[in-house]
Structure formats: structure tokens, C-alpha cells
């Protein structure tokens, strides 16, 4: 089953701060965050592992609440380049490695 | 860096033709994946590889067929393209090894069936 992102969509001015979510109904071992530019292929953020630290990238961090079974993606003083679409990727505790994805959370950062 | 790269950017078929997605990856990666990706449905797995001529269902095989006959080249046939199978294609690749799983993804092809 696919992993709901919240929201689906979001526009920003530069500089704001964003929040995106993504929920499981399934226990997880890991979650990865991939962003897709326009036209252009999905590419690998962070991953976070069950029992692991929360990660960051640039202004970009992420947590995960084993618990909750939910990984939240934080922006924070975004940046034009920060726009596309978001995707989260689940694998289940017992999934082999194989990822499931959300339906996705389209950003928009404005000047 | 890892490329993997689909022939065709953009195709435009009619209903009932046999369609061919070629994906090349250069990375010597074992496993291989193809996701279909539509608006607010996010990536989902058609069907994936994990060795040569090795294949498995993903979650929406139903209409695909795949074929990998060499360890770098993974293929999607649309045996009779239908007007629903019109979407962006993706095609990823991984290592194997434990915590690997990372994913390179093509640019994608983007097929309009008619």
C-alpha cells in the first residue's frame, strides 16, 4: 500500500520554511526522500533507516517516527532551487528492499 | 556517476501497436525497476529484475511484459498499447548489498498512446 504525502502540493516565497509529510499504514525499515525537477529524472535525497539519526542535506533534514510509521521533510529558508516535486519511498520492515512510493508533493518557490 | 538512460524521451503511438521502452543503465547495477508515473499517483512499480533474464511483478504489471537479456539493459513492452497506458515511464537502478537500495533514475519516456 502507498504511503500518503501531505500535502500535495505547496508554494513558498524564498526564505519560508516547509514542511512535508509522509504516513505509512505499515511498519517501516526505511524511508528515502527523492526530488524530481521538471522534465528531468527523480533524484536521491537522504535516506533514514529504523533506528537511525535524523539526516540533512543542504537547508534540507528529515526525521522519522518509527512508531508513528512517519517521515516528516523539512525546507527550511527555501530556495528557488528547492522547487519540484517531492517524493517519499517506504520499505517495509519485511519488503526485501523494495520501495513503495507516495503519490508525491509538489513545491513551488517563488522570488 | 551512474547514468541510466532510456532511448526515447517521447513517443506517440496508436492503440493496439507493440511498444518498446529501452532503458541502458552503465554502472554495472544488478537490479533493475520500472515505474509508471501519473499526477497524484506517484511512482509505481511495473515490474522489476534482479539478474539477468531474471524478472518479477511489481504492483501494476498487468499489460507489460519485460525482457533483460543483458546485465545492463532492462526493456518494458506494451504487447498492445491501450489509451490507459498513456504516462510517463521511469526506469531506475540499484546495487545489490544490504542498504544499497538507492535508486538512480532515467530522464523518463513519456508516452501518448492515441
Known amino acids: 500500500q502507498q504511503p500518503v504525502q501531505s500535502p500535495q502540493a505547496v508554494i513558498l516565497r524564498e526564505g519560508e520554511d516547509a514542511v512535508i509529510n509522509c504516513s505509512s499504514s505499515?511498519?517501516?525499515?526505511?524511508v528515502h526522500w527523492y526530488r524530481q525537477k521538471h522534465g528531468e529524472a527523480p533524484v536521491f535525497l537522504m535516506i533514514?533507516?529504523?533506528?537511525?539519526e535524523q539526516k540533512g542535506h543542504e537547508k534540507i533534514s528529515a526525521s522519522f517516527n518509527e512508531k508513528k510509521q512517519q517521515s516528516s521533510l523539512y525546507l527550511t529558508a527555501s530556495q528557488l532551487s528547492y522547487s519540484g516535486t517531492y517524493f517519499c519511498?517506504?520499505?517495509?520492515?519485511?519488503?526485501?528492499?523494495?520501495?513503495?512510493f507516495g503519490g508525491g508533493t509538489r513545491l513551488m518557490v517563488k522570488p | 556517476d551512474v547514468k541510466v538512460t532510456q532511448s526515447s524521451r517521447y513517443l506517440v503511438k496508436r492503440t493496439g501497436e507493440k511498444v518498446f521502452l529501452e532503458c541502458v543503465q552503465d554502472?554495472?547495477?544488478?537490479?533493475m525497476f520500472w515505474y509508471r508515473q501519473d499526477p497524484g499517483l506517484g511512482l509505481r512499480l511495473i515490474y522489476f529484475?534482479?539478474?539477468?533474464?531474471?524478472?518479477e511483478k511489481g504492483d501494476i504489471p498487468e499489460g507489460y511484459s519485460v525482457s533483460r537479456e543483458k546485465k545492463e539493459r532492462f526493456s518494458l513492452i506494451l504487447e498492445s498499447a491501450s489509451t490507459n497506458q498513456t504516462s510517463m515511464y521511469l526506469c531506475?537502478?540499484?546495487?545489490?548489498?544490504?542498504?544499497?537500495?538507492?535508486?538512480?533514475f532515467g530522464a523518463g519516456s513519456r508516452l501518448t498512446v492515441l
Open positions: 519511498g517506504t520499505e517495509g520492515s519485511d519488503a526485501g528492499n523494495m520501495l513503495t
Open positions: 505499515k511498519a517501516l525499515y526505511s
Open positions: 531506475a537502478s540499484h546495487p545489490d548489498g544490504a542498504g544499497a537500495n538507492v535508486l538512480t
Open positions: 554502472m554495472d547495477h544488478e537490479n
Open positions: 533514514l533507516l529504523k533506528g537511525g
Open positions: 529484475s534482479y539478474d539477468v533474464k531474471m524478472k
